[in-house]
Nanobody, 127 residues
């Protein structure tokens, strides 16, 4: 079955950048939408960004618009989250997730829409 593996997290200073990667393993095709979610200590899980199966119509949380960019490379079975101008409030565990039954040209920011989840990667931003 599908397995998602995140990487790219780390400890950075405010204003720095990170690029998270999520490798998709065990799926025959790229017919899935992808999302990034995060959970900070003491807070509920939050949708960060998502992207449709073809890379169109990305969505972003208001808190990251203009700073984060989601993309995917279906030839590499990988989705990315480029995070620029990081702030301490971005500190969280970041999970990628796959929706294997998406509507065409659509992705959801609702975590309940997603079927498979990665193990998470820690992003810590110091002030």
């Amino acid at each position: 079955q599908m397995q998602l593996v995140e990487s790219g997290g780390g400890l950075v200073q405010a204003g720095d950048s990170l690029r998270l990667s999520c490798a998709v393993v065990g799926h025959r095709n790229s017919d899935y939408a992808m999302g990034w979610f995060r959970q900070a200590p003491g807070k509920e899980r939050e949708g960060v960004s998502c992207i449709s199966r073809t890379g169109t119509s990305p969505n972003y949380a208001d808190s990251v618009k203009g700073r984060f960019t989601i993309s995917r490379d279906n030839a590499k079975n990988t989705v990315y989250l480029q995070m620029n101008s990081l702030k301490p409030e971005d500190t969280a565990i970041y999970h990628c997730a796959a929706d294997t039954n998406p509507m065409y040209g659509y992705c959801s920011m609702n975590p309940w829409e997603y079927d498979s989840w990665g193990q998470g990667t820690q992003v810590t931003v110091s002030s």
